[in-house]
């Protein structure tokens, strides 16, 4: 597997020149960067590091720093190039360095922007660096990184697509391990070596799989439950090259499936093709939910709504791989215009309607000539 930094100087120095235009159209000097995403969108650093603080300071001319343990130091200088390496002893401050750093760098009566939107900048830190620098203009800039992102360049989507492959493997093991007798841990094991022997690295969220007992729980995994005749197993999981996932997710039945099932599959895959058809260019996110919507409608099934029938996908470090603090959807009252060039992690989630269950998720690509599914193993009904 190549290792890090993955892409060449030219692409990070067109996404920092895209950054600093950004800033000085909103007559900013420099921006503070603490979400990991964007920090790895900028320089490259990846690794499992950003538990901890990191301060990307971002000026509109000169050398970038990046505050964070003094620790960090060999992967800092192994991956990145161009960047001002600022470490800290762990009993230090990290808000305190940061200030000093930008006092340092001649910002300490600049006008900044913070993002404020991250779960990577703990309110005490916010606090004091903001209070730290009392002559400094302070802006929300949450979310001017993360727009840039929205849209991935030919080297990201060659990197999606290689994330959709590592998927395809990780999803057919889990297929071709579950049964009657074996048990969810068992299957989560296959999946992680295939995952690994695939090519990919560790995803933002670990893979879902759980059993009948547990379908509706969303954001629960793998447990010592045995799988019996007439479960119900749900999978859910990315495979990741480079940071960009690409998620799937199945339904797999043991031995048989439930009363109601057939026909919810066929009114969920209708719903899936009727998102494929309606993602292009130009038209917005409320109108591709409500093309999901209109074929639940069509089912008798009004009473039925989701927050959303996808979102967007890419970069993407622990705890998700919905790419930051916040999910851009495909929702029902979103007006965000489809790009070419945007990710999606398109679901088709008919759970708990009353007339039976059926799921099924892909990761899809926006095209000139419309929607590309990145991810392949079929749809239909699996049965174990």
């Known amino acids: 597997m190549r290792k890090p930094p993955f892409f060449p100087k030219e692409e990070y120095q067109t996404r920092l020149q895209n950054v600093r235009q950004r800033l000085v159209g909103r007559a900013l000097d420099a921006c503070l960067i603490t979400a990991p995403e964007n920090i790895y969108y900028l320089t490259g650093l990846s690794h499992q590091g950003f538990f901890a603080f990191h301060g990307l300071i971002v000026p509109c001319e000169g050398e970038m720093y990046l505050v964070t343990r003094a620790m960090e130091r060999v992967t800092v200088e192994n991956q990145l190039d161009g960047v001002h390496f600022v470490g800290h002893a762990d009993g230090a401050d990290p808000a305190q360095i940061t200030c000093q750093t930008l006092v340092q760098a001649g910002l300490g009566t600049a006008r900044l922007g913070l993002e404020k939107n991250t779960l990577f900048l703990p309110p005490r830190i916010a606090a004091e660096i903001q209070t730290g620098l009392q002559q400094v203009d302070w802006s929300d800039i949450s979310g001017l990184v993360d727009e840039l992102r929205l849209v991935k360049s030919s080297r990201e989507l060659d990197f999606m697509r290689q994330a ?19 048990s969810e841990r068992e299957v989560a094991a296959e999946v992680h070596r295939a995952m690994i022997l695939a090519g990919g690295e560790y995803p933002g969220f670990t893979p879902f799989i759980r059993s009948t007992l547990r379908l509706g729980e969303e954001h629960t995994t793998w447990s010592d439950r045995v799988l019996q005749p007439g479960d119900t197993l749900f999978l859910e999981m990315a495979g990741c090259v480079a940071r960009y996932h690409a998620p799937m997710g199945r339904l797999v039945f043991v031995n048989t499936a439930p ?3 057939e026909a919810m599959s066929t009114v969920c895959l209708e719903a899936f093709r009727r998102v494929v058809e309606a993602m292009r260019p130009g038209v917005t996110a409320a109108q591709v939910y409500q093309a999901w919507q209109d074929r639940v409608d069509e089912a008798g099934l009004r009473h039925y709504r989701r927050h959303h029938c996808g979102y967007l996908v890419g970069i993407g470090f622990p705890p998700s791989w919905v790419g930051g603090s916040m999910v851009v959807g495909l929702r029902h009252d979103s007006p965000m215009k489809l790009q070419i060039g945007m990710t999606f992690h398109l679901l088709s989630w008919l759970m708990g309607a009353g007339q039976g269950d059926y799921f099924v998720s892909d990761t899809a690509v926006l095209t000139e000539t419309g929607c590309e599914v990145l991810t392949t193993v079929p749809q239909h009904q699996q049965f174990v």
């Open 164 to 182: 959709a492959a590592v998927t395809d493997a990780m999803m057919q093991a889990a297929i071709e391990t579950a049964r009657a007798g074996v």
């Open 259 to 261: 009363a109601g099932t």
